[in-house]
């Protein structure tokens, strides 16, 4: 690993503030996910596949998150959101806004769309948004529109009506998508006007598109680097990939009560070759989500990793913990380093390898404090989480028709 100045992109005047509340808000939205986990109810749904669309997908660190964004079109509007694997509705700020975040894009304004239309509260959309968001629809008056709420448990939100309109995902149209215009959206969503819900409900964007995608999508994310473009890939065609390595699938753990989310089994770890032994490997299913930053491990699972870590990387001088980050090093002396490989092992026989660019967070550009970018959980009964800086430079594919998730190796921080 060489060592690179973290953050490229302009516009952002505190990096280190920024991280620090990155972290804070993002161990806000675990919190918020296990609630939810230990919340909820069911239902599930499926199509057959169509049509392929690939869209740019980057880093929002220029619009101040450390989530992934792509551009979509809606009622004629192009629009960056948020993508999220672990929510469903997906909504966009809209005029006339009682309470919205600055965007970098104009807010959407309904009466510019001949398309649009607002959804009835005894519509079947309002009904599932229960299930899909965890908060009942509720009537407007005059007419009676479909009010819906979402909180993202780190004090985000977004309230607004359920309405849909034309959408263009790359060349690819959906008529009457269903989404939430929001009209009071408070937040650390960036400049993004909006966000992206790749959940399994059927109000998610993977349901809708079902008949169009299959139930099929997939995803490379970059690094934060200035310039660096992964992509979404929305349908089954895996000639568009650019993977370097073969696929390796495993199987979504099924959980009637938790169908909205998407589930691995964890059978293993290694650490630079050495692998580790643990009872609650392959008895515990692990989360995946784009939306998390940094992955969450059981907390015997987590000590075994960070134990073997620190042992490999013992040559170098230890740093002090940052936020929910506790094995830091300064690395500061150093022009190049041999960064220990941690594989991931799931049921079936996967495998995903964590990118170099994914196993430590630079929390001061000059490498005076680089982190280990996992954290332990604070509770054996928690639901690990496997988050999108884990995820970089691979080519994470959802099939949720044979209900199975697939990775391969894939640089898409330099293309």
């Avoid at 806000?28 to 109810?41: E, F, T």
């Avoid at 009466?111 to 965890?134: D, E, K, P, R, V």
Wanted: proline content about 4%.
């Amino acid at each position: 690993m060489k060592h690179r100045d973290y953050c490229t992109g302009g516009g952002i005047k505190d990096w280190n503030k920024l991280l620090q509340k990155t972290l804070i808000l993002d161990d806000l939205r675990v919190g918020s996910l296990q609630a939810r986990i230990k919340n909820k109810v069911s239902v599930s749904d499926k199509t057959e596949d169509v049509s392929d669309t690939r869209i740019p997908l980057t880093s929002g660190v220029e619009l101040g998150t450390l989530n992934y964004i792509v551009t979509i079109e809606l009622g004629g509007r192009k629009m960056t959101v948020i993508v999220d694997t672990g929510s469903d509705l997906t909504w966009v700020q809209c005029q006339p806004c009682k309470s919205c975040y600055n965007q970098k894009e104009p807010i959407f304004n309904p009466s510019q769309s001949s398309s649009f239309q607002t959804m009835f509260c005894n519509s079947t959309a309002c009904q599932s948004l229960a299930f899909a968001t965890g908060n009942s629809g509720t009537c407007g008056k005059n007419p009676p529109s479909c009010n819906y709420y979402v909180s993202y448990g780190d004090g985000s939100y977004t309230r607004g009506e359920l309405a849909h309109d034309q959408l263009n995902l790359g060349k690819t149209p959906v008529k009457d998508f269903v989404f939430g215009c929001g009209r009071n959206n408070k937040g650390l969503f960036g400049g993004a006007s909006g966000l992206m819900g790749l959940g399994r409900s059927s109000i998610s964007l993977v349901s809708q598109t079902s008949a169009v995608f299959g139930g099929f999508f997939s995803y490379c994310l970059p690094s934060t680097q200035s310039g660096a473009s992964g992509s979404l890939v929305l349908g089954g065609n895996a000639s568009v990939y650019n993977t370097s390595s073969d696929i390796s699938y495993t199987r979504m753990i099924s959980n009637p009560q938790l169908s909205t989310f998407y589930f691995l089994n964890l059978t293993g770890v290694s650490i630079g070759g050495v692998t580790l032994k643990d009872s609650t490997f392959g008895k515990a299913g692990m989360l995946i989500d784009s939306g998390t930053v940094i992955s969450r491990l059981p907390p015997t699972i987590y000590k075994a990793v960070k134990s073997e870590f620190m042992k490999q990387f013992s040559a170098f001088p230890p740093a002090p913990p940052f936020s929910i980050l506790d094995t830091c090093f300064n690395l500061s002396a150093y022009q190049e380093v041999e960064v220990p490989t941690i594989k991931m092992q799931f049921e079936g026989n996967a495998e995903m390898n964590v990118d170099v660019t994914g196993v430590f967070y630079f929390v001061k550009t000059d490498a005076s404090q680089v982190c280990l970018a996992l954290a332990s959980l604070s509770f054996d009964d928690e639901i690990g989480i496997i988050a999108n800086y884990q995820q970089r430079n691979q080519r994470v594919i959802y099939d949720t028709m044979q209900s199975k998730l697939g990775f391969a190796q894939e640089s898409c921080s330099f293309t």
